[in-house]
Nanobody
Framework: QVQLVESGGGLVQAGGSLRLSCAAS????????MGWFRQAPGKEREFVAA????????SYADSVKGRFTISRDNAKNTVYLQMNGLEPEDTAVYYC???????????????WGQGTQVTVSS
């Protein structure tokens, strides 16, 4: 079992930056592929970014490519999402996710965090 706790959300002006963190506990963190999803009011939850357990494979949604960067520090059992050039349409609850298969972490993660709110003002 893996427990995930997100942090780092908040209110930021358009064009600003935020760094989200997801701390994992339970089974060995380095054995899991990690991802970020988001859900805006009235919309379905959507995939944002993913990183493999060895950090040798990455995947990003087209909407965030070039602005967001996913990374991980296995020694700290933590995955990060650096968000630059934030836009009002990035406003959403951001969720951390984990899976033992890279394809699954993008479409059907095994574990979810509780989410952290990101609000971008225009």
């Amino acid at each position: 079992q893996v427990q995930l706790v997100e942090s780092g959300g908040g209110l930021v002006q358009a064009g600003g930056s935020l760094r989200l963190s997801c701390a994992a506990s339970g089974r060995t963190f380095s054995a899991y592929h990690m991802g970020w999803f988001r859900q805006a009011p009235g919309k379905e939850r959507e995939f944002v970014a993913a990183i493999s357990w060895t950090s040798n494979t990455y995947s990003y949604a087209d909407s965030v490519k070039g602005r967001f960067t996913i990374s991980r520090d296995n020694a700290k059992n933590t995955v990060y999402l650096q968000m630059n050039g934030l836009e009002p349409e990035d406003t959403a609850v951001y969720y951390c996710a984990a899976s033992q298969m890279f394809s699954t972490v993008k479409y059907r993660p095994a574990y979810w965090g509780q989410g952290t709110q990101v609000t971008v003002s225009s």
